[in-house]
């Protein structure tokens, strides 16, 4: 028996000296290779100490349409973007959340309630190097259904899920739709350096799990060893089946004024979105102040503000409080589309899961939108949204 107690102590101390060398040493978020030239975003996080997004040629005609929301940038930036397919990554909005990281240089944005009364955004990267981004939380099966509509096998970055056994079940929706270890960007099947905690980019304490942060670059690295960049392991594109939105240059008045406030909880996360003339691009408030990205320091803005209505319900499924969300992302509903200062009442509609979201005026024809970023605001049916 002494013998057995022995052994079992030299092999536990052999296993944590090991253990000990190499988590000591684990590599810290490496810089990304591609085409363009590196900046440093800057902060206090530990994480912006040894990672620099990529920046293109600012100087470069810009000729090349980004099918994700009808930006032009030039041609580098599109050989770079050629390469991998459309990331999206679950970022949080709660108090301790902010100011967030990467949300300004996404594509597209999705924006929710995802349970008491917190909003939530899915950030839709394809044209642009966000650089860090977070703090990254966990999916939602409503989520999951508009970044469908991209591809059959988007890039889906996310820390776990909800799981309840219903219709709310994310984690087990991920895999029925055949994502599991392929398009699934799972932290919790993926790890370090991909995904690492910060406690210190936000420079004062927060709770644990508004800490994590990853790097788009990494992200589309990991897409990459499972074969899956702008094709997948079959040597589909990814856009053989997307359907892009209908852009143009719109005259933008400097003299418009335009204020769209949503209430949703208040507080905290009531928002206002107010339109600036100068350069035509919606300014958002979160909570009474400047939402701001910490990449940039700047206050996050949006080309396009889309106001869905949905119908709002609980998922019934024993989670905690019954605080699981669900919305009727699929049909038709009400729709208010603002651009360059000017509001469309229009009609949403979304045959099912993989189906592109369609918005039409009351004519029937199809609404155009701005060059520039896209920014979807979840409300219920009846929710107050006013506009000065």
Same mark, same amino acid.
């Given at each position: 028996?002494?013998?057995?107690?022995?052994?079992?102590?030299?092999?536990?101390?052999? %296993?944590?000296?090991?253990?000990?060398?190499?988590?000591?040493?684990?590599?810290?978020? %490496?810089?990304?290779?591609?085409?363009?030239?590196?900046?440093?975003? !800057?902060?206090?996080?530990?994480? *912006?100490?040894?990672?620099?997004?990529?920046?293109?040629?600012?100087?470069?005609?810009?000729?090349?349409?980004?099918?994700?929301?009808?930006?032009?940038? !030039?041609?580098?930036?599109?050989?770079?973007?050629?390469?991998?397919?459309?990331?999206?990554?679950?970022?949080?909005?709660?108090?301790?959340?902010?100011?967030?990281?990467?949300?300004?240089?996404?594509?597209?944005?999705?924006?929710?309630?995802?349970?008491?009364?917190?909003?939530?955004?899915?950030?839709?990267?394809?044209?642009?190097?966000?650089?860090?981004?977070?703090?990254?939380?966990?999916?939602?099966?409503?989520?999951?259904?508009?970044?469908?509509?991209?591809?059959?096998?988007?890039?889906?970055?996310?820390?776990?899920?909800?799981?309840?056994?219903?219709?709310?079940?994310?984690?087990?929706?991920?895999? *029925?739709?055949?994502?599991?270890?392929?398009? *699934?960007?799972?932290?919790?099947?993926?790890?370090? /350096?991909?995904?690492?905690?910060?406690?210190?980019?936000?420079?004062?304490?927060?709770?644990?799990?508004?800490?994590?942060?990853?790097?788009?670059?990494?992200?589309?690295?990991?897409?990459?060893?499972?074969?899956? %960049?702008?094709?997948?392991?079959?040597?589909?594109?990814?856009?053989?089946?997307?359907? /892009?939105?209908?852009?143009?240059?719109?005259?933008?008045?400097?003299?418009?004024?335009?204020?769209?406030?949503?209430?949703?909880?208040?507080?905290?996360?009531?928002?206002?979105? %107010?339109?600036?003339?100068?350069?035509?691009?919606?300014?958002?408030?979160?909570?009474?102040?400047?939402?701001?990205?910490?990449?940039?320091?700047?206050?996050?803005?949006?080309?396009?503000?889309?106001?869905?209505?949905?119908?709002?319900?609980?998922?019934?499924?024993?989670? +905690?409080?019954?605080?699981?969300?669900?919305?009727?992302?699929?049909?038709? !509903?009400?729709?208010?589309?603002?651009?360059?200062?000017?509001?469309?009442?229009?009609?949403?509609?979304?045959?099912?899961?993989?189906?592109?979201?369609?918005?039409?005026?009351?004519?029937?024809? +199809?609404?155009?939108?701005?060059?520039?970023?896209?920014?979807?605001?979840?409300?219920?049916?009846?929710?107050?949204?006013?506009?000065?």
């Amino acid at each position: 028996m002494k013998k057995v107690i022995l052994l079992g102590f030299i092999v536990y101390i052999v %296993t944590a000296g090991v253990s000990y060398a190499v988590f000591s040493k684990a590599p810290s978020i %490496t810089k990304p290779e591609g085409t363009g030239s590196k900046s440093n975003p !800057g902060g206090l996080g530990k994480i *912006d100490n040894d990672y620099e997004a990529l920046t293109f040629d600012p100087n470069a005609p810009k000729t090349e349409v980004c099918p994700l929301n009808g930006v032009k940038y !030039g041609r580098d930036q599109k050989e770079w973007w050629e390469k991998h397919r459309p990331l999206g990554v679950m970022i949080e909005n709660h108090v301790e959340s902010r100011p967030q990281s990467g949300l300004q240089a996404a594509d597209v944005i999705y924006e929710s309630v995802a349970e008491g009364g917190i909003t939530r955004f899915l950030a839709v990267y394809h044209c642009q190097d966000a650089g860090i981004v977070g703090p990254v939380r966990s999916a939602r099966t409503y989520f999951l259904d508009f970044m469908s509509e991209y591809t059959e096998f988007p890039l889906y970055a996310h820390v776990g899920g909800a799981n309840s056994p219903g219709p709310a079940n994310a984690l087990g929706q991920i895999e *029925d739709y055949g994502w599991g270890q392929y398009n *699934d960007l799972s932290q919790f099947s993926i790890g370090f /350096p991909t995904f690492r905690r910060d406690e210190s980019r936000l420079g004062r304490e927060v709770a644990t799990e508004h800490t994590m942060y990853s790097v788009t670059s990494k992200l589309w690295d990991i897409g990459a060893k499972r074969k899956l %960049t702008n094709v997948d392991k079959d040597g589909e594109a990814w856009d053989a089946g997307f359907t /892009p939105y209908s852009f143009k240059d719109a005259s933008a008045s400097k003299n418009a004024s335009q204020t769209i406030s949503i209430p949703w909880s208040g507080g905290n996360y009531s928002i206002e979105w %107010t339109y600036n003339g100068k350069e035509n691009a919606y300014l958002r408030n979160n909570g009474g102040t400047a939402h701001t990205d910490r990449n940039t320091k700047k206050q996050l803005s949006a080309t396009n503000v889309v106001v869905l209505f949905m119908r709002e319900s609980r998922a019934n499924d024993g989670y +905690e409080g019954n605080a699981h969300m669900l919305y009727g992302t699929k049909g038709t !509903g009400d729709a208010m589309v603002f651009t360059a200062g000017k509001q469309t009442k229009a009609t949403w509609k979304k045959e099912d899961r993989t189906s592109h979201l369609v918005l039409t005026d009351a004519s029937g024809q +199809e609404v155009t939108l701005s060059p520039g970023k896209l920014w979807f605001v979840v409300q219920a049916i009846g929710a107050n949204v006013t506009v000065k």
